[in-house]
């Protein structure tokens, strides 16, 4: 308690429980967390789903579970490399040549 106080004084910002950081620090997330993580509506992720497009776990036959290793691997799928990145494979393509 004393310690607390003294903390408080000072200004020093104790961390927040894990429980309150939500879907931060879980491997396995609800919908709702899936849908906060993704930043997309219900129904996209709904038909995300439908189509199998993400990979999800029904371990009940209702309610519906992602890993968040998954949800990751499909956000950054489809790369776009930069200009940059275009520009050195060429170089490196036009190097193989010759």
Do not use: C
């Not at 000072?10 to 609800?30: F, I, M, N, Y």
């Not at 967390?33 to 992720?45: F, K, N, R, V, Y």
């Not at 993400?54 to 956000?75: C, E, R, V």
Request: glycine residues 4%; proline residues 3%.
């Amino acid at each position: 308690m004393e310690n607390t106080i003294f903390k408080k004084e000072l200004g020093v910002k104790e961390e927040a429980p894990t429980e309150k950081k939500g879907w931060l620090a879980k491997e396995v997330l609800s919908f709702k967390e899936a849908l906060a993580m993704l930043d997309i509506s219900a129904s996209t992720l709904y038909k995300l789903t439908h189509k199998r497009a993400i990979t999800y776990y029904k371990p009940s036959g209702k309610m519906i579970y992602f890993k968040k290793a998954d949800l990751m691997n499909w956000m950054l799928q489809n790369k776009q490399p930069s200009t940059k990145e275009v520009k050195e494979n060429m170089f490196n393509q036009l190097n193989l040549v010759k």
